[in-house]
Structure formats: structure tokens, C-alpha cells
């Protein structure tokens, strides 16, 4: 069975210890009671932010190479720091000066369009990798790529979340997957949701297990109701998802 890389495990351990990633039961913003709750506002120290930027850089120089994109755009709020972070991270870590920008929810100045976003300017033809926490519905994401098309004719060349959480939309269908067809763009992950259940796993993190088998059991339970169609059962005790339970 498939291994974990290390890459992954050491963001976990990260979330884990900065609080991004809780368990218990938490409502979310669509109505859903779900058993984890994902926050990369916790990530709110020099250490953890840097760790977040390296992580997001690494990630970034797997999927693409570095002449494809310009700027790194995070929307507001969490993302703002992800696309900061991770503008100084690639550059240490790859050599390559890429800009960021961000958005904010407020025009300043005259109110036009270029007054919603600030950092590194944004021409036709600029290629922008939207960074952010999760992913649920996709609707943050589109109006992103609106207000940024409203301020020059950019390519949004892929979108990298922190957590995919693998989950449908309220009609039942694969979020990402409806975005992917209906705009072209990839979507890139850290760490799915599947995979930070299965390494945490009964696993002692300073002092505490986080998930024993009564969350596993629980996270199930949510994934059958919430979780996008493919996603294997597993047997929620020795495996899960075709990964070895436990690799923290």
C-alpha cells in the first residue's frame, strides 16, 4: 500500500501544532456538522507562516515550472499571507523572483477596479497561481478570476489549496471537478482531507492523539454523506483510502 511522503506529514505535524486543524464537531458555512475544521489563519507566527511558504513553494515547483507564472495571487483573507509567504519562500528555495498580489473586499482611491487589489501589477497576459486554504464551492474562486479579468486580460494557470476536502457541492456534484470543466483550471493540493485522517490515526502528537478510531469512524460517516462519489470506503480502522493508517 502507498506510503505518505514526507512533504505531506511535515505539514500535517505543522497543522497540527499551530491548531490549524482541529477535530469535534464544527458547523460549517454551508449548514454541514463536520467532524474536522481547517483554519490557515492559525498559521499566525514567523515560524509557521515561513513552513506554510515553503510548503506552498515546494508544491508549486512540482506542478509547474517556473517560467508558466508571474504572481502568486492569494484572495482575501487567508490567502493574503499564503500568497506572501510564498512569493519570498519560491524565491528562496527555487532562485526565482516571482510577485504576489492580493485582493482587497473594499475599493480605496476612486473606486475603480484597480483599487480592489495591490501588490505586484497585473498586465494582459500576466499568469497568476491563485493560493488559498480549501476549497468548497468554487464561488470565492470564480469571483477572484472575475475581479482579476476585470483589471487586465490575466490567465489564471491553477489554483493550490492548502486541504482539499473532497466533498460535493450542495447538488451532489464534485466541486472541483465542476470548476476544472467549466474553467479549464487545475487544481493543486497540499494534503487531502482522506490523507490527514490517515496519518493521524492514532498517532501521539506532544502528548495528545488527535484522531482515534471513534473520529476516523466519524469522518466516515461524513464522507459518505459529503464525499465526492469516488472516493474509496476503506474500512475505517487499518486502512483508509489505500494508505497505511498511522505514518506520523
Known amino acids: 500500500m502507498a506510503q505518505m511522503d514526507v512533504a505531506k506529514l511535515d505539514f500535517i505535524r505543522l497543522a497540527v501544532k499551530a491548531e490549524a486543524v482541529r477535530f469535534g464537531e464544527f458547523t460549517l458555512k454551508s449548514g454541514r456538522l463536520s467532524p474536522y475544521f481547517f483554519n490557515a489563519g492559525l498559521f499566525n507566527s514567523g515560524g509557521s507562516i515561513k513552513a506554510v511558504g515553503d510548503a506552498l ?8 515550472r517556473p ?3 508571474d504572481v502568486f495571487f492569494g484572495p482575501a483573507y487567508k490567502g493574503i499571507p499564503l500568497a506572501v509567504a510564498t512569493s519570498m519562500q519560491y524565491f528562496a528555495i527555487v532562485g526565482e523572483e516571482k510577485g504576489w498580489v492580493v485582493n482587497r473586499k473594499e475599493a480605496k482611491g476612486h473606486g475603480d477596479k484597480k483599487g480592489l487589489v495591490f501588490g505586484s501589477e497585473l498586465k494582459d497576459g500576466t499568469n497568476v497561481l491563485m493560493l488559498d486554504d480549501v476549497f468548497t464551492t468554487g464561488d470565492t474562486k470564480m469571483e477572484a ?5 476585470s483589471i487586465a486580460d490575466v490567465n489564471i494557470v491553477g489554483v493550490l489549496i492548502c486541504l482539499d476536502r473532497q466533498e460535493v457541492n450542495e447538488n451532489g456534484e464534485n466541486a472541483i471537478q465542476m470548476f476544472v470543466d467549466e474553467t479549464g483550471i487545475p487544481v493543486y493540493s ?5 490523507e490527514l485522517f ?3 490515526y492514532n498517532v501521539e502528537i506532544d502528548g495528545k492523539v488527535h484522531v482515534t478510531h471513534e473520529t476516523i469512524q ?3 460517516e461524513y464522507r459518505a454523506e459529503y464525499g465526492v462519489p469516488d472516493l ?7 486502512t483508509l483510502g489505500g494508505f497505511v493508517v498511522g505514518n506520523l
Open 57 to 64: 513553494s515546494n508544491r508549486t515547483h512540482e506542478i509547474m
Open 190 to 194: 497540499l494534503l487531502t482531507a482522506t
Open 67 to 69: 517560467e508558466n507564472f
Open 218 to 220: 466519524k469522518f466516515l
Open 198 to 200: 490517515v496519518a493521524l
Open 232 to 238: 474509496s470506503t476503506g474500512n475505517g480502522s487499518a
Open 145 to 149: 478570476i472575475s475581479l482579476l479579468k
